[in-house]
C-alpha cells in the first residue's frame, strides 16, 4: 500500500471564502490555503486582468474553492489586445540589453522569494513541492539562458551578399507585435512565464489566457516580472473559459503560442492559418521508456519512478509505456514495483511527500476509467490501482500495469495521470518500432550502460526530445537545446534559438555598392551574362557559400 505522507485536508482545510472539516489534526505553525491565498493577494494580482464577470478556481488537494476571480469576455480580449500594442511599441523600441536584465533580474527574484510560488502551485495543482520546485528549476534556467544569450541569438547578422563586398546583407530579427499565449493547468508557472521570457526578450507584448484554476501562479509571476523591470502593459492576461476567448486570442494575435490536447491544438493551428500567422504547439504525448538488456536495473527503476510519477503523471513528457528487454524485466519489474509502493501521497505545503492529487474530478475519472478497463480486459495491476479519498477527493495512487493490450484505452491513450504499463521485448529493433508506433513523439526514454549505444538507439526513436539514463529532465533542462515534439505533439520548439526567434520575423536589409545587378558600363546584355556566369564559377571555385 502507497503510504499517506503528513496531513492532507487539514493542511488546506480553511480555503479562502470557504470552510472545511479537516480529516487530519494539522500540526502547529502549518500554512492553510487561507494563509497564502487571501483576499489581499487575490485583489492585488488580479488587478489588471481585463474582465469584469466572475469565475473561481479549487484547490486540487480538497475540491474547496480556492479564490474568485474576474472572467473576460471576447471583448475584453480586444482591449486587452489594444493595450499590448500600444505598450509593446515603446517595449520594442527599449535597448535589447535593458529587456535581457529584466529577464536577470526576474530570476534573482523568482529563487529569493520561492516558497511563495511553491504554495501557489501546490494549491493550484495538487502536486508534491519538490515536483513544483521543479517548475521553478525550468523558469530559473530559461531567465538565466535568455538574459545571457538573447543578445546573441537576436544581434544583426552579417551574411555574405550575391556579390560580395560589393553587396553588404544583414539580417534583423524584428518582434512579432502581440503574441497570443495560451497555457495550460499542469505547470502553471513553467508554461506560463517560461514560454512568454523568449518572446518579451524579443520586443514583444504578450496577451495570455492562464487556465483559469491556475491562474493565480501566472498572475503571481507577471507581478514579480513586472517588479523585475517589465512594463505592465507589455503583459496582458485574461481569464475565462477556453472554447469561450481561446478563438478571441488567436483572432487578435501576431503569432499563438499554445500548450494543450492535441484535438484543440488542430483547431488552434485551423485559427491562426486563416490569418496567415505563426503558432507553436506542445500536445500531447503517450511517451515510451526503453530498458535495454545491460541497463542497470536499479537505476532504471528510479527513474521510472520519475519519469512516470512526477506531477502525478500529469506532465506532457511523463512516461506510460514502458518497454523492458526480457532478460532483465522479471528483476526490473520488482525493483520499480517496490519503489512505486513505497511512495508517500501527501497535500503538506512542505517538502516530504513523493506525489500529490490529480488536478480536478475530470483527470481522476480518465485515470480511474482506463485502470478500470485495462483491469476488467485482463490486464494485471502490479503496483496502485486504487484511489484513496482518505487523503483528497482526487488522488490516486501511482499504478503499474502489466499485461496490457492494444484494444484497451490505456495502451494508445494519453492517460495523463500516475499510470504506465509494462511491455517486454526480445528485440531492440522491435522495441524501436514498438516505441514509435503512436501519432505523437513528444519525449522517449533510454536507459543502458553504453551510452554510444544508448545514444545510436535514441536517433531511431520518433520523438522531439530523448533521454539517454533519464526520463525527461536531461533534455528539457537543456536549455540551449530545442524542445519539441513530432508528428500529433505538436509544432514548432521552445528553448534554446528557435525559442526565441520564433517569436521574430526575419528581415533582410541588402545594399549594393559601386555596381548595379544589371548590365552596366556599356555591357550588353550578352555580355553581362557571360561575365555573371564566370563570376558564379568562381565564387564556387572559391568555395563561397
Known amino acids: 500500500m502507497t503510504d499517506v505522507k503528513g496531513t492532507t485536508q487539514a493542511t488546506v482545510s480553511s480555503l479562502s471564502g470557504a470552510a ?37 478556481n479549487h484547490a486540487p488537494f480538497t475540491g474547496e474553492q480556492l479564490a474568485q476571480l474576474p472572467e473576460s469576455t471576447p471583448e475584453d480580449v480586444t482591449t486587452a489586445f489594444a493595450r499590448a500594442r500600444q505598450a509593446q511599441k515603446l517595449w520594442a523600441a527599449t535597448p535589447l540589453r535593458q529587456r535581457a536584465a529584466v529577464l536577470l533580474r526576474f530570476h534573482d527574484l523568482v529563487l529569493r522569494r520561492q516558497s511563495e510560488v511553491l504554495d501557489l502551485i501546490q494549491l493550484e495543482t495538487g502536486k508534491a513541492r519538490l515536483h513544483a520546485h521543479e517548475e521553478l528549476q525550468a523558469v ?41 499565449q495560451i497555457s495550460p493547468w499542469n505547470y502553471p508557472f513553467e508554461l506560463s512565464v517560461g514560454d512568454a521570457l523568449p518572446a518579451f526578450v524579443a520586443g514583444n507584448a504578450v496577451v495570455m489566457k492562464p487556465d483559469t484554476e491556475t491562474a493565480l501562479t501566472a498572475l503571481w509571476a507577471r507581478e514579480v516580472l513586472i517588479e523585475a523591470g517589465l512594463p505592465a502593459g507589455v503583459w496582458q ?68 519512478v520519475r519519469g512516470a510519477f512526477s506531477s502525478a503523471g500529469q506532465l506532457c513528457i511523463s512516461i506510460e509505456r514502458l518497454y523492458v528487454h526480457e532478460s532483465v524485466a522479471d528483476a526490473f519489474v520488482e525493483r520499480f514495483a517496490a519503489r512505486t509502493r513505497a511512495m508517500q501521497l501527501g497535500a503538506d505545503l512542505a517538502y516530504g511527500a513523493d506525489m500529490g492529487s490529480l488536478v480536478s474530478e475530470r483527470q481522476f475519472d480518465t485515470v480511474v476509467r482506463h485502470v478500470d478497463e485495462a483491469v476488467a480486459k485482463g490486464a494485471t495491476v502490479v503496483a496502485g490501482g486504487r484511489a484513496r479519498p482518505d487523503i483528497g477527493p482526487y488522488f490516486y495512487e501511482p499504478t503499474i500495469l502489466d499485461g496490457v493490450e492494444s484494444p484497451m484505452a490505456v495502451c494508445a491513450e494519453e492517460t495523463f ?11 531492440e529493433d522491435e522495441a524501436i518500432s514498438l516505441a514509435n508506433g503512436t501519432p505523437y513523439g513528444l519525449n522517449a526514454s533510454v536507459w543502458t550502460k553504453n551510452g554510444a549505444r544508448g545514444r545510436a538507439i535514441a536517433s531511431k526513436l520518433r520523438a522531439g526530445t530523448v533521454n539517454v539514463n533519464e526520463s525527461y529532465a536531461a533534455a528539457y533542462g537543456s536549455a540551449q537545446a530545442p ?31 559601386l555596381v548595379p545587378l544589371a548590365p ?24 563561397l557559400r
Request: aromatic share 4%; with cysteine; proline share 5%.
Open 20 to 56: 472545511g472539516n479537516p480529516v487530519f489534526a494539522a500540526p502547529a505553525g502549518t500554512r492553510t490555503a487561507a494563509d497564502v491565498v487571501t483576499p489581499e493577494l487575490v485583489a492585488r494580482l488580479t488587478r489588471d486582468v481585463v474582465g469584469s464577470g466572475s469565475t473561481r
Open 140 to 180: 530559473s534556467v530559461s531567465a538565466r539562458h535568455y538574459g545571457r544569450k538573447a543578445s546573441a541569438y537576436l544581434a544583426p547578422k552579417g551574411r555574405v551578399g550575391v556579390m560580395p563586398t560589393l553587396t553588404k546583407v544583414t539580417e534583423l530579427r524584428q518582434p512579432r507585435g502581440v503574441v497570443g
Open 237 to 304: 492576461v485574461v481569464l475565462g473559459e477556453g472554447p469561450v476567448i481561446g478563438p478571441a486570442v488567436v483572432e487578435h494575435a501576431d503569432y499563438v503560442s499554445f500548450t494543450g490536447s492535441t484535438p484543440t491544438g488542430r483547431q488552434v493551428a485551423q485559427g491562426a492559418a486563416a490569418r496567415l500567422v505563426g503558432c507553436s504547439l506542445e500536445l500531447g504525448g503517450k511517451n515510451a521508456m526503453l530498458v535495454l538488456r545491460d541497463a542497470d536495473v536499479d537505476k532504471a527503476a528510479a527513474g521510472a
Open 417 to 427: 495521470g500516475p499510470v504506465v504499463s509494462i511491455y517486454r521485448f526480445t528485440d
Open 483 to 513: 524542445m519539441g515534439g513530432m508528428g500529433d505533439s505538436g509544432l514548432g520548439r521552445r528553448h534554446g534559438s528557435e525559442g526565441v526567434l520564433k517569436y521574430t520575423e526575419a528581415q533582410t536589409i541588402a545594399q549594393q555598392r
Open 520 to 543: 552596366s558600363f556599356g555591357l550588353s546584355d550578352e555580355q553581362y551574362a557571360q561575365l555573371m556566369t564566370r563570376g558564379l564559377r568562381a565564387m564556387k571555385a572559391m568555395r
